[in-house]
């Protein structure tokens, strides 16, 4: 079973910037995933944050649309959420998704 593991989350300013990783242990085939990241906050449900197919063609949600980016390293095995011009809404524990398991979550907390 694919595993999964997030990094780079903690605690940032209104408009600063932060960057997820996503480490799989997925052979060659990470390659043909689509992968995502969801995020929840708290007393609210997982909504979707962005994807990104094999193909490389992403798609965001309307609330991070302009400030988040998602990439992927198929060498590395890695998805990637670039994380900019923060607000505090975007406070939540972020996931990874593979098309078969979750990451454990990495907790990002927007505050002055």
């Known amino acids: 079973q694919v595993q999964l593991v997030e990094s780079g989350g903690g605690l940032v300013q209104p408009g600063g910037s932060l960057r997820l990783s996503c480490a799989t242990s997925?052979?060659?085939?990470?390659?043909?995933?689509?992968m995502a990241w969801y995020r929840q906050a708290p007393g609210k449900e997982r909504e979707l944050v962005a994807r990104?197919?094999?193909?490389?063609?992403?798609m965001y949600a309307d609330s991070v649309k302009g400030r988040f980016t998602i990439s992927r390293d198929n060498a590395k095995k890695t998805v990637y959420l670039q994380m900019n011009s923060l607000k505090g809404e975007d406070t939540a524990v972020y996931y990874c998704?593979?098309?078969?398991?979750w990451g454990q979550g990495t907790q990002v907390t927007v505050s002055s």
């Open positions: 997925a052979g060659t085939i990470f390659s043909t995933y689509t």
């Open positions: 998704l593979s098309p078969a398991a």
């Open positions: 990104i197919f094999s193909s490389g063609r992403t």
